[in-house]
């Protein structure tokens, strides 16, 4: 299952409840981008890419297989 660290990295590096990183980091709406840091939805690859793009990351800093899960 592939998991992502959205959560975390919005709350320890931008310090910011979803709506306002949605609307002042990521340009999404939260509609899109709540499901995905939930880990409910994957979302597509243009959206990660696009998540990451802001952040200034790779996406494989955001996305992370989690070895845990069968």
Same mark, same amino acid.
């Given at each position: 299952?592939?998991?992502?660290?959205?959560?975390?990295?919005?709350?320890?590096?931008? $310090?910011?409840?979803? /709506?306002?990183?949605?609307? @002042? =980091?990521?340009? !999404?709406?939260?509609?899109?981008?709540?499901?995905?840091?939930?880990?409910?939805?994957?979302?597509?690859?243009?959206?990660? $890419?696009?998540?990451? /793009?802001?952040?200034?990351? @790779? =996406?494989?800093? !955001?996305?992370?297989?989690?070895?845990?899960?069968?």
């Amino acid at each position: 299952m592939v998991k992502n660290r959205l959560k975390e990295i919005r709350m320890k590096e931008y $310090m910011m409840n979803q /709506k306002e990183f949605c609307e @002042k =980091v990521l340009n !999404i709406s939260r509609y899109t981008y709540n499901p995905i840091e939930g880990n409910k939805v994957q979302g597509n690859i243009e959206t990660a $890419m696009n998540i990451a /793009k802001a952040l200034k990351r @790779k =996406v494989e800093d !955001i996305w992370y297989f989690d070895n845990e899960a069968k």
